[in-house]
Nanobody
């Protein structure tokens, strides 16, 4: 069974940091571009960050640029999202996915208190 399994997240105060992980199982994702999305209550799911299969190219939503960093370790079949200088408006459920949207992680709650 092919899965993306997320870990990390939780509750943090504004200005704090969290790291999310997304580990693939069942097949290698090392040749896939990967991304992170988030969905806050009452809002549509939105793009957060993406990374090319090699890790050479990254792309970020304007709202997180300079604060979040996406990275990957293809040997571990894992993608990461390092989130620094967190703000209350970053609170959401975060999801990882492959570029085609065929596979999605189970979602991880991130809550930032003011």
């Amino acid at each position: 069974q092919v899965q993306l399994v997320q870990s990390g997240g939780g509750l943090v105060q504004a200005g704090g940091s969290l790291r999310l992980s997304c580990a693939g199982s069942g097949r290698s994702f090392s040749t896939d571009d990967m991304g992170w999305y988030r969905q806050a209550p009452g809002k549509e799911r939105e793009f957060v960050a993406a990374i090319s299969w090699s890790g050479d190219d990254t792309n970020y939503a304007d709202s997180v640029k300079g604060r979040f960093t996406i990275s990957r370790d293809n040997a571990k079949n894992t993608v990461y999202l390092q989130m620094n200088s967190l703000k209350p408006e970053d609170s959401a459920i975060y999801y990882c996915t492959d570029s085609g949207g065929d596979y999605w992680g189970q979602g991880t709650q991130v809550t930032v208190s003011s």
